[in-house]
Structure formats: C-alpha cells, structure tokens
C-alpha cells in the first residue's frame, strides 16, 4: 500500500514537473518574441533618427549660405519669394515669433535666427522633400525640426491674417480681356 502511495506521489510530482517545465519554455518563447519585438522596434527607431553628430552647426548649414549669398533665381526656388519679398515677410513675422534668449535656462536655441526658422517652414512648404532633408538643410535633429515647424507654421497664420502684400487677389473682367 505504501508502494503505490510512493508511486502515485512520483507519478503526481512527475507530471507538475513536466507542466512546469512547459510552461516555463512557453514563458521563456514568449519573453524572448518581446524583446526581439522591443529590439525590432529601437532598430527602425534610431535607422531613421538623424543626431546632431552627424548634422552641420545650423550657423554652418546649407540654408545660411543660401541665404547669405545666394542669386535671387536660387532662393526663389528654395522658398518661392523673392530675397525683397522674403525680408518683407520677415519683417511681419518677426512680430509673432520669438525666439529665446541664449542666455536663459536650458539648452540655447539651435536656431538662432528669424530668418532660418522663416526659411524652414517656407521651403517645409515648396519644396517635396522629406523631414530627413529638411534636418540635414537647416542643421537641425527632427524633433527640433518639429517643435519648430508647428510653432512657425502658427506663426506664419498669424502674421498672414491683414497682411496685404499676402492677399489672392483676381484679375478684374476688363483685366482678363487685356490679357486673353
């Protein structure tokens, strides 16, 4: 009788052994399908990340030699205003962004200029290009380079409301006859 109670305890003790066993190899497949997943997840993540470390100084970048001395045709072509234009809009603009002291609390400003954050929305809006583009244009990480564009585009709206030289405006019927 104590045979088969030792045997019955074995066989009882045999099979919470295996269960556990297979449960801990489901837990061990599924902790290791997380982290692959996790890892997946960091690597697609930081592919299509630019840093700083690879980036131009925004003071360095292509947009500041464009805009210091570039002909009229190639700005026209980066941000669609002419240079007189641009610094008609920049002049407007500059009553509704503002752009932080470097010496206050915090990281200084990456762009340190009104026409560098003017000059990105603008060619964020003509141009075709990507986030990644922008980024390595104006020498900015693309958080910063979103930051930047949403403040600028509300900005931009509000600078634009009243503003005459930004209205659409049709040809009169007498002006449209003159032209055909």
Known sequence: MEDDYDTDMMLCLTEVL???????????????????????????????????????????????????????TNFLNATSLTRSTFLGLLRRFSGFFTIRAPSTRGRPPK???LHQVLGLVLCFYVGSMENSTLCMLFGVPPAMLARTLRKAEKALSQALE???????SFPSPAQQVRLA
């Open 162 to 168: 009243g503003f005459a030289p930004a209205r659409i």
């Open 18 to 72: 295996v269960r556990h066993d297979t449960e801990l190899l489901k837990a061990r497949a599924e902790v290791h399908k997380l982290l692959l997943l996790e890892a997946w997840r960091i690597a697609m993540r930081s592919r299509h990340y630019l840093t700083t470390e690879c980036l131009d100084p925004p003071n360095a970048s292509a947009w500041m030699s464009l805009y210091r001395s570039a002909s009229d």
């Open 111 to 113: 762009l340190r200029y």
